[in-house]
C-alpha cells in the first residue's frame, strides 16, 4: 500500500484547470478589495472552506510554524481570526505579532500571501466573538489547555465536563484569554495559476501609507 501511495504522490497533477480569469490592469488600488473580489469568485466557484487558511508564525528561536485557522472577518484594512493567548500559536505571538496568512483555492488555481503584524483586539470585542461560538468550543477555550499535552484522558474530560456543566449554569462566561486578532498587512500578494505554468503573480506593498501594484516573475 505504502508504495501505491507513493507512486500516487509522486505522480499526482496539480493546476489542471481551467481557472478563471485575472485581468491583472483592472485589479483594484487595495488589496482588500482585490481579497474580496477573489472571495467573491471562490464562493462563486464553491470552493471548499475559502475561509480556512493558513496562519504562521515564528517562536522564541526564529523557528517558523503554522496551522490552519478561520479567517473571521475583514475590514478595510485588516484580517480577523481569534484564539487563546495560552495556544502554542498565542505565546509566539506574544513574542513576534510578525504574521503570514495564506489561502489556496485549488477550485480556481489561486494562492494568497498576507504578511504583516497580528494586533489583539479589547476585552470587549473578544467577549462579543467568544459568545458566538458554540457550547462546545466554548467549553474547551474555558478549559485554557489548548496545545497543552495531555497526560490523563480522564483529567482531560474531567475538566472538560466541569466547564460544559459551569456553562449550563452560566451561559455568559467568557474564557479570559479567547482573543481576537486582526492582521495588519505590509505585503499581499496574489497568485493566479495558469495551465500552461505562466502563472500570474501581483504583491501589493505599503509603502508611506499607500499600496503599490508590482507583478513578480511566476
Ligand atoms: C479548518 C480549520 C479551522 C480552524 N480554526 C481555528 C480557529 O479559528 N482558532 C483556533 O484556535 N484553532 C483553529 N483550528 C485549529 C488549529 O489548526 C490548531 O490546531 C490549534 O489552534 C492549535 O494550534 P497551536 O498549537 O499552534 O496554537 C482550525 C483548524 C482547521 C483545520
Known amino acids: 500500500m505504502g508504495k501505491d ?56 528561536d526564529g523557528r517558523p510554524d503554522a496551522r ?8 478595510e484594512e485588516s484580517w480577523y481570526f ?34 504583516g503584524q497580528a494586533v489583539k483586539m479589547n476585552e470587549e470585542f473578544n467577549a462579543r466573538d467568544f459568545l458566538k461560538r458554540g457550547k462546545m468550543a466554548r467549553a474547551i477555550a474555558l478549559t485554557g489547555n489548548q496545545s497543552k499535552l495531555i497526560d490523563s484522558q480522564s483529567a482531560f474530560e474531567g475538566e472538560l465536563n466541569r466547564q460544559l456543566s459551569n456553562l449550563e449554569k452560566d451561559s455568559a462566561i ?11 498587512a505590509s505585503e499581499v500578494e496574489f497568485w493566479q495559476a495558469d495551465e500552461e505554468r505562466l502563472h500570474i503573480r501581483l504583491k501589493y506593498f505599503l509603502q508611506n501609507g499607500q499600496w503599490v501594484k508590482k507583478r513578480l516573475a511566476p
Open 82 to 115: 481569534a484564539t487563546g493567548t495560552g495556544s502554542e500559536k498565542g505565546r509566539q505571538l506574544d513574542g513576534n505579532p510578525a504574521v503570514c496568512l495564506s489561502f489556496y483555492w485549488s477550485e480556481v488555481g489561486r494562492q494568497i500571501r498576507i504578511r
Open 174 to 184: 467568557i474564557a479570559k484569554d479567547w482573543t481576537v486578532y486582526r492582521v495588519q
Open 5 to 60: 501511495v507513493r507512486d500516487q504522490i509522486r505522480n499526482s497533477k496539480t493546476l489542471l484547470g481551467p481557472f478563471p480569469e485575472f485581468k491583472v490592469e483592472k485589479s483594484p488600488a487595495s488589496p482588500m478589495n482585490l481579497f474580496l473580489e477573489w472571495f467573491q469568485v471562490a464562493l462563486d466557484h464553491h470552493v471548499h472552506e475559502p475561509h480556512a487558511m493558513t496562519l504562521s508564525t515564528v517562536d522564541a
Open 68 to 75: 490552519v485557522l478561520s479567517l473571521k472577518d475583514t475590514d
